[in-house]
């Protein structure tokens, strides 16, 4: 029987098509993301479309306790998560200053807090069994600084070192940690971080999510560390080698430029394809 997994932010994006992957291949999910309406109909797809156990939480994972909440209920169930698959995310645009401190606050709750937390309770069981995967959804953002996405992309450096320092202290117990390094993809995080107008999004080489879903999936069943999907994302992190981190800083500025709305062609779904069996 394939692993139970824990996914989180699953109702759209990467996340989608991530819990496609895994019903696709076997596994029975517990879906958490807020909107309780959307995790109903996405479980009762992916139990009739792949026969698969599913079942949903509903929170909001920027709550201190949603976490422990999850936990507890799972627990009192008798349901063992073999892979915790961390995906929730956001960021938003703007001059770091001139953005809410609550703003900023909302990123580092769900982009690190909440990812910390789920980790530090279910990785005791996974080590204890002497089996079990950790999945963190980091970014190539997570290699380099991003101005007007600033606290964006310190949160993916926190994540990304968070998984190369754990899976360190977790050698030779059986569990593994995978961080997935996507760049620019087709999902919500464009029009809710008020970025769909950005370089990135309008001009840039956007990856279909479902591609980046197949390609952490695969990645995580093979144990590895790092993924980093499509050729320019590798180019873009393969840099850091000979330029200075100032300029890749002010490369990643560019990025986040507006594009003039007469100029504007894209919009979001232009890219991703539909899951698929």
């Not at 139970?4 to 019903?23: D, E, K, M, N």
């Not at 073999?82 to 001139?98: D, K, P, Q, V």
């Not at 600084?145 to 949160?155: E, I, L, M, R």
């Amino acid at each position: 029987m394939k692993e139970t997994v824990l996914l989180t932010g699953c109702t759209s994006g990467i996340g989608l098509h991530l819990a496609h992957q895994f019903a696709a291949n076997g596994h029975s999910l517990v879906l958490v993301a807020p909107d309780e309406g959307e995790l109903g109909v996405l479980a009762e797809e992916l139990k009739t479309r792949y026969g698969i156990a599913a079942r949903w939480i509903a929170k909001d994972l920027e709550a201190a306790d949603s976490a422990e909440e999850i936990f507890d209920e799972l627990q009192a169930e008798g349901i063992p998560i073999e892979i915790l698959a961390n995906n929730a995310g956001h960021g938003f645009h703007g001059r770091t200053w001139e953005i809410p401190i609550e703003t900023h606050l909302s990123v580092i709750r769900l982009n690190i807090e909440a990812v910390v937390r789920l980790t530090n309770l279910f990785l005791p069981p996974m080590v204890a069994r002497g089996r079990g995967k950790i999945f963190i959804t980091a970014s190539v953002a997570g290699f380099e600084a991003g101005p007007t996405v600033n606290v964006y992309h310190a949160s993916k450096a926190f994540v990304l070192s968070y998984a190369e320092g754990l899976s360190v202290e977790l050698e030779k117990t059986g569990v593994t940690v995978t961080a997935l390094c996507p760049g620019a993809t087709d999902t919500d995080f464009f029009p809710k971080g008020n970025m769909e107008g950005v370089v990135g999004f309008q001009k840039g080489n956007l990856m279909d999510p479902k591609d980046v879903a197949e390609a952490g999936y695969n990645g995580l069943m093979s144990d590895d560390l790092i993924i980093i999907p499509g050729m320019l994302n590798k180019t873009i992190v393969a840099s850091r080698r000979f330029l200075s981190e100032h300029a890749l800083a002010k490369i990643s500025e560019k990025q986040y430029e507006d594009v003039p709305p007469e100029k504007r062609e894209r919009t979001r779904g232009d890219k991703e394809s539909p899951p698929q069996l």
